[in-house]
């Protein structure tokens, strides 16, 4: 497919481009620059997992680092600060620095609110990905979400836990017990843009306790006016300040919980 008009292309994540027309990419962190690779069975494997030494030993790195320095590469946008420091850093250039940008990500406020009071009781809301996928059940720390809300729930009847999810087929049966007894609407279609205001104007508090930064999730809880508590998983603090314009609660890692 060509595009004999067009003077720049936007690439959303990937470089996926040679040779036509000058581009700029936006990225939320480095790893997607390598993709397709590295792939086992067919999976995707973070390069940040086989480490720097495998990075810099693979045959996809200096493509990748080929593909930036290039003069047909005119910037790399970046809504996360972390990632913007790091790319001149990764591929040992400093020069890359110049065509880098750190520009946040923001979205519009919510064009209207739902009137609520207290009779109204405490609403909870966790959402997967626009996708839906399973897998982000899990990667968005639905657990965390399952077993804190239990504990709450004990003690105060009065709250509901909305998890707009698809559930994987293998979650424990612990999990589904909770979701059958404490109040827990699960909403595992797809919702069309006019039902997903409203699920967010019917909540009060909006949980993320992620391994990662989910932006759009992040900011879009934020434009209907709930409370955002998420987990201090990487990149979540550069839009979330404690206790100012939400909660962040430290996740422990296996070595603490055991």
Request: charged share 20%; with cysteine; net charge negative.
């Amino acid at each position: 497919m060509s595009f004999p008009d067009s003077v720049l292309a936007f690439l959303p994540s990937t470089p996926f481009i040679f040779g036509q027309i000058p581009w700029v990419i936006e990225i939320e962190d480095t790893t997607t620059l390598f993709a397709p690779f590295p792939r086992v069975n067919g999976k995707r494997v973070y390069p940040r997992l086989l480490g720097l030494d495998g990075v810099y030993d693979s045959g996809f790195f200096p493509a990748v680092k080929a593909l930036l320095l290039d003069e047909s590469c005119r910037g790399i946008i970046c809504h996360v600060r972390s990632t913007a420091d790091s790319i001149p850093i990764l591929f040992g250039n400093p020069d890359l620095a110049e065509k880098v940008s750190h520009i946040p990500m923001g979205i519009g406020m919510a064009p209207y609110y739902k009137n609520r009071t207290e009779t109204d009781g405490v609403t909870i809301l966790f959402t997967n990905s626009w996708h839906q996928g399973a897998t982000g059940f899990y990667l968005r720390g639905g657990l965390d979400l399952l077993e804190a809300y239990s504990m709450l729930h004990s003690e105060n009847k009065a709250l509901r836990l909305i998890v707009r999810s698809k559930l994987p087929d293998d979650l424990d049966v612990r999990y589904r017990q909770i979701i059958e007894r404490c109040n827990v609407m699960v909403i595992d279609r797809f919702l069309p843009v006019d039902e997903i205001r409203s699920l967010f104007d019917s909540a009060d508090i909006y949980v993320l306790p992620s391994a990662r930064l989910h932006v759009v999730s992040i900011l879009q809880a934020m434009a209907h006016g709930l409370a955002v508590v998420a987990s201090d998983g990487w990149g979540i603090s550069e839009y979330i300040e404690h206790e100012r314009n939400g909660l962040i609660v430290p996740v422990p890692t296996a070595r603490h919980r055991g």
